[in-house]
């Protein structure tokens, strides 16, 4: 196990340091560009029935979904369960985070997301139950959404390693509406337990 914070400087000695600096970086989220596109990062995440696979194949499938455009897609990453008792006696998570152009809005695209759930299996027996596959929508431009079914930026990516760290990989200089740069949240993760994993 590594600290999230050495995770982003390529302490993995499996993941050499300057793997990153070869890594496309991606801007800020910023409001919709002249075509019409907005920027959107979603989180990635599974820990049942093979779950390096289930990430990769997931990124392909974003890929796919209509009116968006897959810009890069982070390392995957392996983390241990966060949260209540129930969780964090799981398995361990794979994890990824996306970056997407899309002319979806962001209920269309939290609806994309969920068919590509159902499509990878995902069941939602109860909460925080294991699961196939996890697709959270981070990031929609610079946008804040709060409605019933979805809160934009995620209401808790800032505390999680597994969000912070792939996210910094592929936009350091992201920033989170409300709560700053994303970089200036690595202390408060820094003890949670995160391993890039080599390509």
Request: hydrophobic share 45%; with cysteine; charged share 20%.
């Amino acid at each position: 196990m590594i600290r999230a914070d050495a995770a982003l400087m390529g302490a993995d000695p499996a993941q050499p340091a300057e793997r990153s600096a070869k890594a496309k970086q991606l801007p800020p989220a910023s409001r919709t560009d002249s075509t019409g596109e907005h920027l959107a990062y979603v989180a990635l995440g599974a820990n049942l029935a093979d779950p390096l696979a289930q990430v990769r194949a997931a990124g392909r499938a974003l890929a796919d979904v209509p009116e968006c455009r897959l810009l890069r897609l982070s390392s995957l990453y392996r983390s241990a369960p966060v949260g209540n008792r129930s969780i964090r006696g799981q398995a361990d998570f794979i994890n990824a985070v996306a970056a997407l152009h899309t002319r979806l809005t962001p209920s269309q695209l939290l609806d994309a997301l969920f068919a590509i759930e159902r499509l990878f299996g995902r069941r939602r027996e109860y909460h925080h139950a294991p699961r196939t596959l996890d697709l959270d929508l981070l990031l929609y431009d610079d946008q804040t959404v709060d409605s019933q079914r979805l809160r934009v930026p995620h209401p808790r990516m800032h505390l999680r390693a597994f969000v912070i760290a792939p996210l910094l990989e592929i936009a350091p200089q992201a920033l989170i509406p409300g709560r700053g740069s994303a970089a200036a949240w690595l202390p408060a993760v820094s003890m949670q337990g995160i391993a890039r994993l080599a390509d």
